[in-house]
């Protein structure tokens, strides 16, 4: 059973079960066999072939042959470390989370930041959303906040995600970049032009993970003991301050260190510098979320800070690097559908579609029991029906009943857990109701264009201007028309400069 000590429980299950630093022991074959050598090849004499016997050399070369399993279809290129959550201000009349329950409560947990639409050997220094992944070793089982360094998204149906990655990434036919695939989609997705600008800001290129924001950028839910829901949103304040790159810094490192922010993440804890960033919330009532101006479970928006300012809640720590990056971040798998008792979804499209998802791609990518594996496992123990399945590594529930009803007892449901409610939300008839682009799409852009200083205006212009003019004009002419909707000046300063690079605007 599980002590009340979840972080020495965590350091001992995700802790190396080889002893680094004593007798290691015989080298074995993968069936712990001792090995004779492991440098040469089992040969008739000097200049013969190698023999079929030679099972070591087969073990390590099946072995090797199966090293890689499919990366993340995104987010593939991240790095990861673990630390804690501690509770620094009461939270218990919003939500029940045992975690978030009592003010300096620690609770284990594992973050892992990444790169979002690159493949997993590109560099690190790309102009590119940034994941923010943390998952919290609660009482409850685990609690990811899979979130991002941008409160906002691109798109906000989920039926659109497999397109708008599509053309992220390379062409089908030249496997390259391609910007007209990438300009063709966002000219017929205005809602992305929010995203956008602050894709080609300067916090377009943070500065490594340690110097980056994190935000839940949907909306969730709250439920406390007295089953009260409230919304909320999380935001991740980085205690490092905020640093980005300059264009030509970036592109000077994708030569000469494109490890950079994985380096730099490593390096510091090593050092002993554990970054460190304030957790907050912004909190509504259901009814201040229902009549808000702005539509809250649209990813596409952010809740004005004015009106609903920042709460502190807690902070988190990452004070320990994995001793094995394939064990511990590779393997990692968030999902925003690992919830615990007073944390819930909201009606976010997006967030809905995302329900689903992570699961599926992670059993396709590990296989069905990854959540097994110790980097996954939760502290608590895990006791249900589902049984079986390839590689599964525990007793699979030993004798117990795998099924349910049953006259024989085995673990027992909790009633008291609390359910989604969401009536007030729910209303009208099914079918696919397309979220319309009106002028609040172009409101929030336009007022982050007006609080720009002019230094911020004009890097934001070069950028995007030097990142559309790749792009056919044909396909320039139709982003225009968004940007100049946003705020005239910014359209028309972008428009001049594609003029200026393409005779045939
Ligand atoms: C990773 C799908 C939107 C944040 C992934 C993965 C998939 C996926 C399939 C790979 C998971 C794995 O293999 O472990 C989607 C879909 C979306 C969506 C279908 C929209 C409908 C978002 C949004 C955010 C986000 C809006 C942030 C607010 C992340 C992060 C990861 C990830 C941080 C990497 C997690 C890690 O470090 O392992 N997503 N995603 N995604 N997604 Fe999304």
Do not use: W
């Given at each position: 059973p599980p002590s009340n000590n979840f972080k020495q429980d965590a350091n001992a299950a995700l802790s190396t079960e080889v002893?680094?630093?004593s007798d290691l022991g015989r080298l074995t074959t993968g069936s712990g066999g001792p090995v004779q050598n492991n440098q040469a090849s089992m040969t008739v004499g000097d200049t013969g072939p190698i023999l079929l016997q030679d099972i070591n050399l087969i073990d390590k070369l099946a072995h090797f042959g199966r090293e890689r399993i499919p990366d993340r279809v995104v987010h593939a290129k991240g790095a990861g470390a673990h630390g804690?959550?501690?509770?620094?201000?009461?939270?218990s009349h919003l939500t029940c989370a045992k975690f978030l329950g009592k003010v300096g409560k620690r609770t284990p947990m594992f973050a892992r930041f990444s790169v979002v639409s690159v493949e997993r050997g590109s560099p690190d220094t790309v102009r590119n959303p940034r994941g923010f992944a943390l998952k919290f070793y609660t009482e409850e089982g685990n609690y990811d906040m899979v979130g991002n360094n941008t409160p906002i998204f691109f798109i906000r149906d989920p039926i659109l995600f497999p397109d708008f990655v599509h053309t992220q990434k390379p062409d089908p036919r030249t496997n390259m970049a391609n910007p007209d695939m990438q300009w063709d989609f966002l000219s017929h997705v205005p809602e992305s032009m929010h995203e956008l600008m602050l894709l080609f800001s300067e916090r377009g290129l943070p500065d490594g993970y340690r110097h980056m924001h994190g935000y839940s950028s949907h909306t969730y839910k709250f439920i406390n003991d007295e089953g009260v829901a409230h919304y909320f949103k999380w935001h991740f304040?980085?205690?490092?301050?905020?640093?980005?790159?300059s264009v030509e810094k970036a592109a000077e490192l994708q030569v000469s260190d494109p490890d950079y922010s994985t380096r730099d993440l490593f390096e510091s804890i090593e050092r002993g510098e554990y970054p460190s960033w304030t957790a907050y919330i912004q909190v509504m009532t259901e009814e201040e979320a229902l009549n808000y101006k702005y539509d809250v479970f649209d990813v596409?928006?952010?809740?004005?800070?004015?009106?609903?300012?920042?709460?502190?809640?807690?902070?988190?720590?990452?004070?320990?690097?994995?001793?094995?990056?394939f064990a511990e971040v590779e393997q990692a798998a968030f999902s925003p559908a690992n919830m615990v008792p007073g944390i819930a979804p909201s009606p976010d499209?997006?967030?809905?579609?995302r329900l689903i998802i992570y699961q599926d791609t992670q059993s396709h990518r590990m296989g069905p029991n990854y959540q097994q594996l110790p980097i996954n496992r939760p502290l608590v123990p895990v006791l249900n029906q589902q049984r079986d399945g390839r590689m599964c590594f525990?007793?699979?529930?030993?004798?117990?009943?795998?099924?349910?009803?049953?006259?024989?007892g085995g673990p027992s449901e909790?009633?008291?857990?609390?359910?989604?409610?969401?009536?007030?939300?729910?209303?009208?008839?099914?079918?696919?109701?397309?979220?319309?682009v009106t002028e609040a799409d172009f409101e929030q852009p336009r007022k982050m264009f007006s609080i720009m200083s002019k230094s911020e205006q004009q890097y934001l212009i070069d950028n995007f201007a030097g990142a559309l003019s790749l792009a056919q004009p044909v396909f320039q002419r139709k982003i225009v028309p968004h940007l100049k909707r946003i705020d005239s000046d910014y359209g028309s300063r972008?428009?001049?400069?594609?003029?200026?690079?393409?005779?045939?605007?």
């Open positions: 002893p680094l630093d804690y959550f501690e509770v620094t201000k009461d939270i304040r980085t205690n490092q301050g905020i640093k980005n790159l596409t928006k952010v809740i004005s800070q004015k009106d609903f300012p920042l709460q502190e809640v807690g902070r988190f720590v990452l004070n320990r690097n994995p001793e094995n990056y499209r997006i967030l809905q579609g525990t007793n699979n529930g030993g004798r117990l009943p795998n099924y349910q009803p049953n006259s024989f909790d009633p008291r857990v609390r359910e989604v409610d969401m009536q007030s939300a729910v209303k009208g008839y099914a079918g696919r109701h397309t979220i319309k972008i428009e001049a400069i594609l003029k200026q690079k393409n005779a045939d605007y």
